[in-house]
């Protein structure tokens, strides 16, 4: 089965810039929607960014402009840079996998439909 491993994660100081990534094991995983969500304390799960074969990354407003996410050629690795960081944006962040069926109604962070996890990297903002 496919093993996700996020990496990159770590503190900076408001206004600066963090670069994550996110390792994949099985190459099944190129043909899936990959995710980038993140959990502050006290907060629900939230998607962050996400990309399909075939389609253009989806992010969420709060992140629009901010964050960019990417796949390298061979999809090995789910990247997320991170830009103009605010406090607001710390808390643990993880990435996932979609899975392989058709989800026709279902958004493109819907968590429900995301079914492999990885571990989770710490992202502290400080001001």
């Known amino acids: 089965q496919v093993q996700l491993a996020e990496s990159g994660g770590g503190s900076v100081q408001a206004g600066g810039s963090l670069r994550l990534s996110c390792s994949a094991s099985d190459p099944t995983s190129s043909n899936r929607c990959m995710g980038w969500f993140r959990q502050g304390p006290g907060k629900e799960r939230e998607g962050v960014a996400s990309i399909c074969p075939g389609y253009s990354p989806y992010y969420v407003s709060t992140v629009k402009d901010r964050f960019t996410v990417s796949q390298d050629s061979a999809k090995a690795s789910l990247d997320l840079q991170m830009d103009r960081l605010s406090v607001e944006d710390s808390g643990i962040y993880y990435c996932?996998?979609?899975?392989?069926?058709?989800?026709?109604?279902?958004?493109?962070?819907?968590?429900?439909?995301?079914?492999?996890w990885g571990q989770g990297t710490q992202v502290t903002v400080s001001s």
């Open positions: 996932a996998a979609r899975s392989g069926k058709v989800h026709r109604d279902a958004g493109p962070l819907s968590l429900r439909t995301y079914d492999v």
